[in-house]
């Protein structure tokens, strides 16, 4: 994400000398600031550019059936 993008984004908390303060996963991370082939300040490994993990929809009753005691 351009850094332009990143202080305009509502989980932008504060930037520093060699990142970015993020609010995203609900607490405070630090991102990373790179630049590109043009010298353009970049935040690496931003969590709204990264694609979202597939969820898990083998999540059945029959498996679960440790979580009840059916006696």
Request: glycine residues 4%; proline residues 6%; charged residues 25%.
């Amino acid at each position: 994400m351009k850094l332009e993008d990143c202080k305009k984004c509502k989980y932008h908390f504060k930037s520093q000398l060699d990142g970015i303060i993020c609010e995203f996963s609900g607490s405070f991370d630090n991102r990373v600031i790179a630049q590109d082939k043009k010298g353009r300040p970049l935040v690496v490994m931003c969590p709204l550019e990264m694609p979202l993990p597939k969820k898990d929809s083998s999540i059945v009753a029959s498996n679960m059936s440790f979580l009840v005691n059916i006696s």
